[in-house]
């Protein structure tokens, strides 16, 4: 990989699917720029439409932001630094580990949509005793069960060993949003300590942007 990369992002309080594949590239030690367009802003109407063929974020740009080669959506974005940065280890190397990496990977990109609308992702939120209806729980104990599985397996404390990969950084929003909203659970906690993710969060709180739909309640 030969040219530079920049991940176009929005808000690191409210975007979760920004944060995936910028944690999975700042957690590996990948180097990368990014370029932030907040959402109802005005920079997002002006350039989303250059910067992202499907307008929305995250977004992969090899070369130029808008005039290099794009790579958009999570897990097309991991797939791609995989296959072109093969050292990097970004899933795991048996195939057996790789499938069920790719499985859970899928699942939490397709599914959870119980979850995403019940516990909105709001980093500088906290609501202890927060209560978890139907549906949402559902969600919660399907992926706690994920989580129990892997780290069963793989022996951790990643989800498939010693070192983070696509699946912990497709599930790094959960943990913060399990963080905010007092669900406990240790692999959320140890992940949320991540080096990455504390940088991530670092600057959220920075951001003075409220979104409505990020606000429980409103």
Known sequence: MDAPL???IANKNYSSWSMRPWVLLRGR???FGERMLKFESTEWRDHIARLSPSGLVPVLWEGEP???FATWDTLAIAEYLNE???DAGLLPTPPAARARCRSISGEMHS???NLRSALPMNLKAHHPGFKVWGGARADIDRIVTIWR??????????LFGASPCMA???FAPVAFRFRTYGVADPYAESLVE?????????ASVREPETIAAGEVGT
Not at 149 to 158: D, H, Q, R, V
Not at 194 to 202: I, K, R, V, Y
């Open 29 to 31: 030690g990948i180097a």
């Open 84 to 86: 072109t940065l093969p």
């Open 168 to 170: 912990d950084a497709m």
């Open 6 to 8: 920049t991940l176009i």
């Open 66 to 68: 808008g005039g290099g």
């Open 149 to 158: 599985e892997c780290l069963a397996e793989g022996k951790g404390p990643f």
């Open 111 to 113: 599914g959870f949509s």
């Open 194 to 202: 991540q080096p990455a993710m504390q940088e991530w969060a670092a």
